[in-house]
């Protein structure tokens, strides 16, 4: 059964190139979809170039959302905030759906 779940994370430097990798290879072991989201920025975390584009790009003081859409968004979010503890300052879930709140609704804000 697949969820989405959205997550406002702020982060106290900027993160270090394995650190991006590990996000790349948590979300292809899962077989889940992650973006990254800030202002005009937006990156698929399936592609390491436009993951490691949007953390070079991005502003450290502004937060950014992370999208997770899969069957373990749980256990995905858990797994990457473990190996990132020392780095998030702050996060907190804006949305969670299951897939039939997905499948009922026209428009999902996240």
């Given at each position: 059964?697949?969820?989405?779940?959205?997550?406002?994370i702020?982060?106290?430097?900027p993160?270090?190139?394995n650190?991006?990798?590990?996000?790349h290879?948590?979300?292809?072991?899962?077989?889940?979809?992650?973006?990254?989201?800030?202002?005009?920025?937006?990156?698929?975390?399936?592609h390491?170039?436009?993951?490691?584009?949007?953390?070079?790009?991005?502003?450290i003081d502004?937060?950014?959302?992370?999208?997770?859409?899969?069957?373990?968004?749980?256990?995905?979010?858990e797994?990457?905030?473990?190996?990132?503890?020392?780095?998030?300052v702050?996060?907190?879930?804006r949305?969670?759906?299951?897939?039939?709140?997905?499948?009922?609704?026209?428009?999902i804000?996240?």
């Amino acid at each position: 059964m697949n969820e989405l779940s959205s997550y406002q994370i702020q982060l106290n430097r900027p993160l270090k190139t394995n650190e991006i990798m590990k996000v790349h290879h948590t979300v292809n072991q899962h077989r889940c979809d992650l973006y990254f989201h800030q202002n005009q920025l937006i990156a698929d975390a399936g592609h390491l170039p436009k993951m490691l584009s949007f953390f070079l790009f991005m502003n450290i003081d502004d937060p950014f959302v992370l999208i997770i859409d899969g069957r373990c968004v749980e256990d995905v979010y858990e797994e990457i905030t473990a190996f990132l503890d020392d780095t998030i300052v702050n996060s907190v879930c804006r949305r969670k759906y299951s897939s039939s709140m997905v499948m009922d609704e026209t428009s999902i804000p996240v």
